[in-house]
């Protein structure tokens, strides 16, 4: 399989490119993109959090423990928090993803298991969805689309290392296969992970960025349905 500094280094070549295109052709802000950038590159890391030890899992963790409450903290000061307890919230999530995540994904998971898989890189992109408290609703697509790139590159490069060209033959070793699916061995984690994913779309739907601009699309439509004269005003 592709080494650490293979997908860290892939990961990051693309976020940089996602970023600058974002700028240079769609006029995105800067910071906008310097962050889409970042977290495209990280995200190259996130499949293999199921790693018993080693430096992506470690990265990840202490990266993920750092930058979450940062971005959680936009979506707190629009609930109406005191910065006081901002502040205790933040710490919170902190020691939680640090200590108590972390603990779980050492006990519950298997490397190459769901953590690899599809249904995984869109749990990612939602969780990054929901991360965005901004209330533009194509900030929270934006960077959940750079987690979800990232987070692909992992895998595609997983399946790519899989193929072996020595000998002038192609021969698939036992890896391959095990980085892009839908499914994998343990009913439990299957069950599991597409639980996960309901949950993570609905709150996603649920987003009140999601729901400000279905209720402002009703509202468009209702006064346009208002305007138009009825049969009677015809004749």
């Not at 995984?120 to 533009?136: D, T």
């Not at 987070?151 to 072996?164: K, N, Q, R, T």
Request: glycine letters at 10%; proline letters at 3%.
């Amino acid at each position: 399989m592709a080494g650490f500094k293979t997908h860290i280094t892939t990961s990051t070549a693309l976020g940089i490119g996602y970023g600058a295109t974002a700028l240079t052709c769609y006029d995105v802000p800067l910071p906008a993109c310097i962050l889409a950038a970042g977290l495209c590159g990280v995200s190259g890391m996130l499949p293999d959090l199921d790693s018993a030890s080693g430096v992506p899992k470690r990265e990840s963790i202490a990266f993920a423990a750092a930058v979450v409450p940062l971005l959680l903290a936009e979506r707190f000061k629009r609930m109406g928090m005191e910065s006081e307890y901002i502040v205790l919230a933040g710490g919170a999530v902190y020691l939680f993803i640090r200590f108590v995540l972390a603990k779980m994904l050492t006990h519950f998971s298997v490397h190459r298991g769901m953590f690899h898989s599809f249904p995984a890189c869109l749990i990612a992109g939602e969780i990054a969805f929901l991360l965005c408290g901004h209330e533009n609703l194509w900030e929270h697509y934006f960077n959940a689309a750079a987690v979800m790139i990232g987070f692909m590159s992992h895998l595609v490069l997983d399946e790519i290392w899989a193929l072996d060209f020595s000998g002038g033959h192609l021969r698939f070793k036992s890896s391959w296969g095990t980085a892009m699916k839908f499914w994998g061995e343990c009913l439990g984690s299957n069950l599991l992970t597409y639980a996960l994913l309901a949950v993570t779309t609905l709150a996603s739907l649920g987003d009140p960025a999601m729901m400000h601009k279905a209720s402002a699309a009703g509202t468009a439509a209702d006064q346009q349905v208002a305007t138009q004269p009825d049969d009677s005003q015809r004749q």
